[in-house]
């Protein structure tokens, strides 16, 4: 082989290699594109994915704040009609105290007849043979009057209803009176009280006093006075639940 012919196939070997290395970084250039695409693809769709689940958090999150907000403005709400209703009714027991009062006055000897049958109704409940009765300083003569007729009453009654069972009644009676007053604030009325008890702090009081008589009275009617004052009560009361259900499932699925 001369040295033409050595040249020449050296050159020929260095074309095919140079060529070799062309493709072989073609290759590479071609893989390494296609893992970039591919990493590109996926970084795309993570995010797509990531803001999209973000978006739907942030919607959830506006809406339960919503309810929240709405909630929180019917409870506002509900507090302000029930506190004017409040007042409607505190006005209402005024009234019916002003009209006790009144009556008092201008009804003396029907008053009078009242506190017999309220301490003829305490010693009816009491059954104790010594009772104590306490009423307010402006009551005292009026009590002190009807003090023995009351006791009478209440012998014949239980005599007759002893007799109508085929028993005697033997209960001899001690009605006294006690000078300490009941406080001002009391409208009317006696407080009866088992003198064997009087002196514990589990003692046996009837308290048939006007203010406790009308404390009852308010509890037993206040359900028909709020019916004919406030009709629409009952579909109120059923949409503040609805509310309150609705916030108190959001505020959990919040939390989940």
């Known amino acids: 082989m001369n040295e033409n012919e050595a040249r020449k196939q050296i050159e020929n070997m260095v074309r095919f290699i140079e060529q070799e ?6 290759e590479i250039l071609d893989k390494t594109n296609q893992e970039l695409e591919a990493w590109k693809n996926e970084f795309k769709h993570n995010k797509r994915t990531y803001w999209k689940s973000h978006y739907l958090a942030e919607k959830k999150r ?12 019917k409870s506002s709400e509900d507090e302000r009609v029930m506190k004017e209703r409040m007042v409607i009714m505190s006005g209402l027991k005024k009234k019916a105290i002003e009209s006790i009062i009144k009556t008092k006055k201008e009804k ?36 002190k009057s009807v003090l023995k007729s009351a006791e009478k009453r209440f012998v014949d009654e239980m005599t007759a209803a002893c007799e109508a ?21 009391c409208l009317g009325g006696v407080w009866l009280m088992s003198q064997a008890y009087t002196s514990r702090p589990d003692a046996i009081i009837v308290r048939n006093s006007l ?16 019916s004919l004052l406030f009709p629409e009560d009952e579909a109120r009361a059923l949409e503040i639940k609805k509310s309150r259900e609705a916030a108190l499932k959001a505020m959990m699925e919040e939390h989940h």
């Open 165 to 185: 069972n085929k028993t005697k009644f033997n209960m001899n009676m001690n009605v006294s009176f006690d000078d300490s007053p009941l406080k001002d604030s």
């Open 211 to 226: 203010d406790a008589r009308l404390d009852i009275c308010i509890e037993n009617i206040t359900p028909t006075i709020r």
């Open 108 to 143: 003396s000897s029907a008053y009078k007849k009242l506190m017999e049958d309220l301490l003829v109704e305490g010693l009816l409940k009491l059954m104790e043979p010594a009772v104590t009765v306490r009423c307010v300083a402006a009551d005292k003569s009026i009590v």
């Open 62 to 73: 506006k809406e339960v704040e919503g309810k929240i907000a709405q909630s929180k403005m």
């Open 21 to 26: 290395a062309k493709e072989k970084a073609e």
